[in-house]
């Protein structure tokens, strides 16, 4: 069954502190894993998208990793601000030729503390 | 601001009815998606549409249907509603059909059915 799990759920840390969130799957064949971040309310921002040759992608103080052996990615976020409270949302797309099957993790809810 | 517009940001009605919800891409984008939201479900992909012709379809119910117009606008709509569809509707567009095309969002028409 193709499954995308995210963790941890929530995670509550330190302004300026850095965090690491992470994301298995099960997905197959595998086309590309995407983060997005989204604010409560508002629609999803698109962070970063890997396919399988890629294994670290960064965008700013946000940095992708993805282990196709292991199926796992994982987003670093660095030097945390207030501004990165949010659901960040694994997304891992298979097939190929176009839009094909996507699978959305839960998400991680993140809260950054003064 | 993403660029893309979706309208209305709100919407209630009752069981049993029909509505549409709209999107504008942004400008020179030639594909648009649809995803539905809800907290029970997270998300889920409905339907791409790529220069007006559907391209991929995810977990659309017959009771939804979708269009994308020569203006490139799209419409959404959700007939013989139901509870269960109360949720969250985005609309995402992208330059062209690829699937490892960045998706930039709406942010969204809330759909509440009494």
């Known amino acids: 069954k193709n499954q995308v799990e995210q963790s941890p759920q929530s995670l509550i840390i330190l302004e300026g502190k850095n965090c690491t969130l992470q994301?298995?799957?099960?997905?197959?064949?595998?086309?590309?894993l995407r983060w997005y971040k989204q604010d409560t309310g508002r629609g999803p921002v698109s962070l970063t998208i890997m396919t399988f040759s890629e294994n670290t992608k960064s965008n700013g103080r946000y940095t992708a990793t993805l282990d196709a052996d292991t199926k796992q990615s994982s987003l670093h976020i660095t030097a945390s601000q207030l501004s990165d409270s949010a659901s960040y949302i694994c997304?891992?797309?298979?097939?190929?030729?176009?839009?094909?099957?996507?699978?959305f993790g839960t998400g991680t809810k993140l809260q950054v503390i003064p | 601001d993403s660029g893309v517009t979706q309208t209305p940001k709100h919407l209630i009605t009752a069981t049993g009815q029909r509505v549409t919800l709209r999107c504008s891409p942004r400008s020179g984008d030639l594909s648009v998606y649809w995803y539905q939201q809800s907290l029970d479900q997270g998300l889920q992909f409905l339907i791409h549409y790529y220069n007006g012709e559907e391209r991929a379809k995810g977990n659309i119910l017959e009771r939804f249907s979708a269009q994308q117009f020569p203006d490139l606008h799209s419409e959404l709509n959700l007939s013989s509603l139901e509870l269960g569809d109360s949720a969250l509707y985005f609309c995402?567009?992208?330059?062209?059909?690829?699937?490892?095309?960045?998706?930039?969002f709406g942010d969204g028409t809330r759909l509440s059915i009494l």
């Open positions: 995402a567009s992208s330059v062209g059909w690829g699937d490892n095309q960045p998706q930039h």
């Open positions: 997304v891992v797309s298979r097939g190929s030729g176009g839009y094909q099957k996507v699978t």
């Open positions: 994301c298995n799957y099960t997905v197959s064949p595998f086309s590309n």
